[in-house]
């Protein structure tokens, strides 16, 4: 809880002074960037007038995120804002549902939700504002490698759990799972990179090239036109398992099923993610599910790294995290 404090207060801090001179040297700020992307990121070194008012209209929306994020770091904005939703709403009950996890030791729980709550409405506001990100660019790219990370976590969780000695009767099914986590990252991540054909020149076959939407070595895009159904069913089954977990569950739950739901403090990032399942833009929820799969899988890894004696190894109660 301290070093999330002293993160919070020195993040509230440094941002807030961003802010300010973002706000005061504004123009100067939005010309900067522009005069990068113009020179640096452009084809042709030139920017149409559009993309300029787009760029602007960023920074204002950074400036403007920022700007509550700092006055959240006043304590009496906060006990205001606690004193207004608490006459409609149980806010303990809110905060032991989405700041808790009873399955680990280690508190990530409020780093979770905080993160994963800003970089889901951040990348919303770049996606609302700046349209699709260009195919193989560098945010498509850098978040695909959050694939392979989350598969490696993964493995450290596979590695820590051949070496449990207690919860015997779960380990082969915690095995298991994290063993078929880790072939589909696996695999989400070399799909990603074609498998590795533009890195080694690699040159399709005449299957890829008559029969792959993209002439890549790909397997996915054999079915681009399914793709509005396969991510919208795919989006929606997430949301519909969060909730059913969150809200819907048994009164008895194993610890097995408890470690592998989604937890609760991702739960912004979750219903962004499945929003943008809807969109005929794929690339839109393959970058938030980049994100929701590192943040799983470090949950996940928690839990078997620094597991909680609280609950009974095998039943516990549904009172949440």
Not at 77 to 99: G, S, W
Not at 165 to 187: E, G, H, N, P, S
Not at 233 to 255: A, D, E
Request: glycine residues 2%; contains cysteine; proline residues 4%.
């Amino acid at each position: 809880m301290f070093k999330f404090k002293f993160f919070f207060t020195a993040s509230t801090l440094l941002i807030g002074i961003f802010v300010i001179l973002s706000s005061v040297f504004f123009v100067n700020v939005s010309d900067y960037i522009i005069n990068y992307v113009e020179n640096s990121l452009s084809n042709d070194n030139n920017l149409e007038p559009l993309t300029e008012h787009e760029i602007r209209l960023n920074v204002f929306f950074v400036i403007a995120v920022g700007s509550i994020y700092s006055l959240l770091g006043f304590k009496k904005v906060r006990l205001k804002i606690f004193i207004f939703l608490n006459e409609f709403i149980d806010i303990d009950k809110v905060r032991l549902f989405l700041l808790s996890d009873k399955y680990t030791t280690k508190s990530h729980s409020y780093f979770s939700f905080a993160l994963s709550s800003i970089i889901g409405l951040l990348l919303t506001l770049y996606f609302l504002f700046m349209g699709s990100p260009p195919r193989e660019g560098i945010l498509e790219n850098s978040t695909s490698v959050l694939f392979l990370i989350s598969a490696c976590i993964f493995i450290l969780s596979i590695t820590e759990s051949v070496f449990i000695k207690k919860y015997t009767q779960d380990r082969r099914a915690i095995i298991f799972l994290l063993a078929f986590l880790t072939v589909f990252m696996i695999f989400v991540f070399m799909e990603e990179f074609s498998w590795g054909q533009r890195v080694f020149n690699l040159k399709s076959n005449d299957i890829f090239l008559t029969y792959n939407f993209q002439k890549e070595i790909t397997f996915h895009n054999f079915f681009n036109p399914f793709f509005p159904l396969i991510y919208s069913s795919f989006g929606f089954s997430v949301l519909l398992f969060s909730i059913s977990s969150w809200f819907f569950s048994y009164p008895l739950k194993s610890r097995l099923k408890s470690i592998f739901d989604p937890h609760p403090s991702l739960i912004i990032l979750i219903l962004i993610m499945c929003s943008f399942s809807f969109s005929n833009e794929r690339e839109f929820f393959e970058e938030f599910f980049a994100f929701f799969t590192i943040f799983y899988s470090i949950r996940v890894f928690l839990c078997i790294r620094y597991p909680s004696t609280q609950p009974p190894p095998l039943l516990v109660a549904t009172g949440r995290c």
